[in-house]
């Protein structure tokens, strides 16, 4: 089991920044993709940025140049520090960690359990 505590969450006014944290602690294995994801009122769920042990990134097109996600293996931290922030980024992020011990081995998902930003105009 992996537990994730996520954090940094709150109001901005638009043009502002936030950084959230997800700290995982548990049974972390050496193959990792975290990620943050986001849920706004009356949408699914969609991918924010993902990053790999092996540094690859990933962002939607909405953020992609505003947001960057970034890790730290010693803390076991995953970051998304989310700059020029816009109403329309209003949500609750989610952070996604997944983890496995080699790419022939199942592969294990957990989420934490959100953290709201709203973002004023």
């Known amino acids: 089991q992996v537990q994730l505590v996520e954090s940094g969450g709150g109001l901005v006014q638009a043009g502002g920044c936030l950084r959230l944290?997800?700290?995982?602690?548990?049974?972390?294995?050496?193959?990792?993709?975290m990620g943050w994801y986001r849920q706004a009122p009356g949408k699914q769920r969609e991918l924010v940025a993902h990053?790999?042990?092996?540094?690859?990134?990933n962002y939607s097109d909405d953020v992609k140049g505003r947001f960057t996600i970034s890790r730290d293996d010693a803390k076991n931290t995953v970051y998304l520090q989310m700059n020029s922030l816009k109403p329309e980024d209003t949500a609750v992020y989610y952070c996604?960690?997944?983890?496995?011990?080699?790419?022939?081995?199942?592969?294990?998902?957990?989420w934490g359990q959100g953290t709201r930003v709203n973002v004023s105009s």
């Open positions: 944290s997800c700290a995982a602690s548990g049974r972390i294995f050496s193959i990792n993709t």
């Open positions: 990053i790999t042990s092996s540094d690859n990134t």
């Open positions: 996604n960690w997944k983890t496995r011990m080699s790419r022939l081995l199942r592969e294990y998902e957990y």
